[in-house]
């Protein structure tokens, strides 16, 4: 079964520093999301892109998070600046556009 | 806006008992409803849905949902449980109207079934 492949599994970035998360959607799919899970805590939308742009955007999702499609495969979340709250299970999605949306396996991002 | 309630945070059980997992949705427009599951260091699968139709829906590992529009609530059942589906169950919403709308989430609830 075709899956949504998300890299890295973990990554330990410092306080302030960029980071980019990546996700390789099923290849037919039109629209990516991405969720994220603090510890502990629900799983929260922040954003959903289809046909090159963002269609909704959460409160969450401010000023220092962006994402991209830089080419036909790759859906990259940026956090320009990353905060301590910032540490979280992120989880990219997509959808063919049936309400059946399939998740990646997450990346745990850890600011220290 | 969607929100969903999922009452139990934790729910023990032993090997072979009944279970419920209990989920109520607000919404004021029509709602799709989810059920995913996330099993230890693992993302997250879809266990079932409700799209339309039959209010009951299954899964293929013998847990049910019922849709019940009138008390909103989407709950999760299974007769007789595994050790392997101890995992956290999440309840899931989203509105029905174009394209793919997102999923507003339940806080989960973490089953653990003991021997």
């Known amino acids: 079964e075709p899956e949504v492949t998300q890299t890295p599994s973990h990554q330990v970035t410092q306080m302030g520093q960029e980071v980019i998360l990546r996700c390789v959607p099923i290849?037919?799919?039109?629209?990516f999301y991405w969720y994220r899970q603090i510890l502990g805590q629900k799983v929260e939308f922040l954003v959903s892109?289809?046909?090159?742009?963002?269609?909704?955007k959460s409160e969450i999702f401010d000023d220092q998070f962006s994402v991209e499609r830089p080419d036909g495969s790759n859906f990259t979340l940026k956090i320009r600046s990353t905060k301590l709250e910032d540490s979280a299970m992120y989880f990219c999605?997509?959808?063919?556009?049936?309400?059946?949306?399939?998740f990646g396996q997450g990346t745990r991002l850890t600011v220290v | 806006a969607q929100s969903v309630t999922q009452l139990d945070s934790q729910v023990p059980v032993f090997e072979e008992a009944p279970v419920e997992l209990r989920c109520n949705y607000s919404?004021?427009?029509?709602?799709?409803l989810f059920w995913y599951v996330q099993y230890p260091n693992q993302g997250l699968q879809l266990l079932l849905k409700?799209?339309?139709?039959?209010?009951l829906v299954e899964s293929i590992n013998g847990f049910e949902a019922e849709f019940n529009k009138s008390q909103t609530s989407f709950h999760l059942r299974k007769p007789s449980v595994h050790i392997s589906d101890t995992a956290e169950y999440f309840c899931?919403?989203?509105?029905?109207?174009?394209?793919?709308?997102?999923?507003?989430f339940g806080k989960g609830t973490k089953l653990t079934v003991n021997p």
């Open positions: 899931a919403v989203s509105a029905v109207r174009g394209g793919s709308e997102k999923l507003v």
């Open positions: 999605a997509s959808s063919e556009g049936t309400p059946k949306a399939f």
């Open positions: 892109f289809y046909n090159n742009e963002i269609s909704e």
């Open positions: 290849s037919n799919h039109l629209y």
């Open positions: 409700y799209l339309s139709g039959s209010t």
């Open positions: 919404s004021s427009v029509s709602v799709y």
